[in-house]
């Protein structure tokens, strides 16, 4: 059975824009990423790309212009701009000693943790009592709780066992169909098969088509 629907999120009316993005990266970079479109992005490791998404959530100082639709980043505070465009790490950050703490709404994630393969008894547990993958899909899921435009996932998996896996792409789908953008980062061929609407490959010169 499936958990109940995600709160509803504002109108995805707009893409996320990037032009002549420059930061610590060679090269300056141009992206556009639709609203309901999932992007996967590859590259050798090392290459950049978990910096690519931090200029993108404004996290790494940077320049160029970054817009959601006519909306400029910068006519924005940090904060909500943030809230448009979540990022999360492959390792994400944890500042309170209980799972609970870490979320606005404790009550709303706790039917979405069956849909990822988490026990609900989880939510209250300390952060030191989680697994690596059971931190993963708790980050993920704090940033979806959210509710942003666009969502910037950083090896979203790759902590986690098959059977975790299908789960989180089911969860990552179904959010599409509500109309989240998705900009993926994947060393895996048959997950960027799966999931990809389009892929892009980062090279030291910008962002190019990938196969």
């Not at 200029?55 to 940090?78: C, K, Y």
Request: proline fraction near 10%; charge should be neutral; glycine fraction near 8%.
């Amino acid at each position: 059975m499936l958990p109940p629907p995600l709160p509803p999120s504002p109108p995805p009316n707009g893409s996320l824009h990037a032009r002549q993005l420059r930061g610590r990266l060679p090269g300056t970079f141009d992206l556009d990423l639709r609203a309901g479109e999932c992007v996967v992005l590859t590259g050798p490791s090392g290459s950049g790309k978990s910096l690519l998404l931090r200029m993108l959530a404004d996290l790494d100082p940077n320049t160029g212009e970054v817009h959601i639709g006519d909306q400029p980043r910068d006519s924005l505070p940090a904060a909500a701009w943030r809230r448009q465009v979540g990022y999360v790490p492959a390792e994400a950050g944890w500042w309170a000693d209980t799972v609970a703490g870490h979320f606005d709404a404790p009550a709303a994630v706790r039917a979405l943790l069956p849909a990822v393969g988490l026990r609900p008894d989880l939510l209250d547990a300390a952060v030191a009592q989680l697994s690596t993958g059971e931190r993963q899909r708790m980050a993920l899921l704090r940033a979806v709780t959210r509710q942003p435009r666009f969502l910037l996932l950083d090896e979203p998996t790759s902590a986690l066992d098959a059977a975790s896996v299908a789960l989180v792409e089911a969860l990552l789908r179904r959010l599409q169909s509500e109309g989240m953008g998705l900009l993926v980062v994947s060393h895996d061929p048959a997950q960027a098969a799966r999931l990809a609407d389009r892929r892009l490959r980062l090279t030291p010169t910008g962002l190019e088509a990938g196969a």
